[in-house]
């Protein structure tokens, strides 16, 4: 993990993790998730978010579609490469890749503060959202880039079948059906499915993996071998 004095490099692949402050909810609702969603497209930008004219828009699956029917955006500037994401109902995961030395540090405080803001307005409440500095890895070994994407959209089933942990799965079958559903990462895209297209960064992983199909493949097969020891000291979970 790295701490304050350690330097974030342009190019380098990062495994983000953010925490609610004692561990409380940060997605109440479905509203919420949206709104997260609709955050990692509008912060991620080097000038500032315009979330008065552009919001996710439920109906077409991409949250660069504005929904008062203005078509002259100025392109964005991305400060990260989302590789992957996944969203829990205290936490939630990033994959990214900066595009900047500073780009982690500014994405992350654009996130994580227009978010906390959105919430504490949203529920009338003060304070801290997140649980003090976002907890940051890098992922340097070849094999990890194949291996951490697996695992963070695996998070979901902690919902339905929490054993996975322990390496074990009573029903992989019900545990591929509960992901396809599960709309709150990038798992759908990476399979092909059209979901939060405009998010995420998808070329160089999918390129990796071979495809959408080879994707799909290899992460079922992951899912029946549950291989996440050579991963352990990545995953930022407690």
Same mark, same amino acid.
Not at 63 to 89: H, Q, T
Not at 94 to 111: A, Q, T
Not at 187 to 198: E, T
């Given at each position: ?14 495994? *983000? ?62 400060? *990260? ?6 969203l829990m109902s205290n936490h939630y995961h990033l994959l990214i890749r900066p595009l900047f030395d500073d780009g982690v540090f500014k994405f992350m405080k654009k996130l994580n503060t227009g978010y906390a803001k959105y919430f504490n307005e949203k529920y009338s409440r003060k304070g801290a959202l ?9 992922? $340097? ?77 290899? $992460? ?19």
């Amino acid at each position: 993990m790295l701490y304050m004095r350690e330097k974030i490099v342009a190019g380098n692949i990062y495994h *983000v993790l953010s925490r609610g402050v004692d561990k409380r909810k940060i997605f109440m609702d479905e509203e919420d998730h949206f709104r997260f969603i609709h955050d990692l497209f509008e912060f991620n930008d080097i000038d500032s978010a315009n979330n008065i004219t552009y919001h996710f828009n439920r109906t077409s699956k991409d949250v660069a579609r504005p929904y008062n029917g203005i078509n002259d955006r100025k392109p964005r500037k991305l400060l *990260v490469e989302i590789l992957a994401f996944c969203l829990m109902s205290n936490h939630y995961h990033l994959l990214i890749r900066p595009l900047f030395d500073d780009g982690v540090f500014k994405f992350m405080k654009k996130l994580n503060t227009g978010y906390a803001k959105y919430f504490n307005e949203k529920y009338s409440r003060k304070g801290a959202l997140f649980e003090g500095r976002y907890k940051l890895v890098p992922i $340097i070994e070849q094999s990890h880039f194949i291996h951490i994407p697996y695992y963070i959209h695996l998070n979901p089933l902690d919902f339905v079948a929490h054993e996975w942990r322990h390496r074990q799965l009573n029903n992989p079958q019900k545990a591929i059906e509960f992901l396809e559903n599960y709309r709150w990462s990038s798992h759908l895209d990476y399979l092909g499915k059209k979901n939060f297209p405009s998010v995420t960064s998808r070329e160089f992983l999918l390129e990796i993996f071979g495809g959408a199909e080879k994707y799909k493949k290899e $992460i079922y097969e992951w899912i029946k071998n549950l291989d996440i020891n050579e991963i352990n000291k990545l995953t930022l979970d407690d």
